[in-house]
């Protein structure tokens, strides 16, 4: 299930909710019991698995053209 970032305007608490998608856009209150909260933009990582590793050499960008 996901996890949703909250903020509380009031206290300034960041905190999470586990919710399902189709409630993402709910409210939430916060631990403290403020109710003027704010949902987080967050970024999502996304790892292939059985994706092929490329090859690194050396340098600041991995392959070696810079310098």
Known sequence: MPRYE????????TFE???PMSEA?????CPEGHD???K???TASVVKVGAP?????GGCCGG???G
């Open 6 to 13: 909250f903020r509380c305007r009031s206290c300034g608490d």
């Open 17 to 19: 909710v586990e919710r």
């Open 25 to 29: 856009s709910q409210p939430a209150a």
């Open 36 to 38: 003027d909260t704010v």
């Open 40 to 42: 987080l933009l967050t």
């Open 53 to 57: 590793q490329q090859g690194g050499g």
């Open 64 to 66: 070696g053209c810079c």
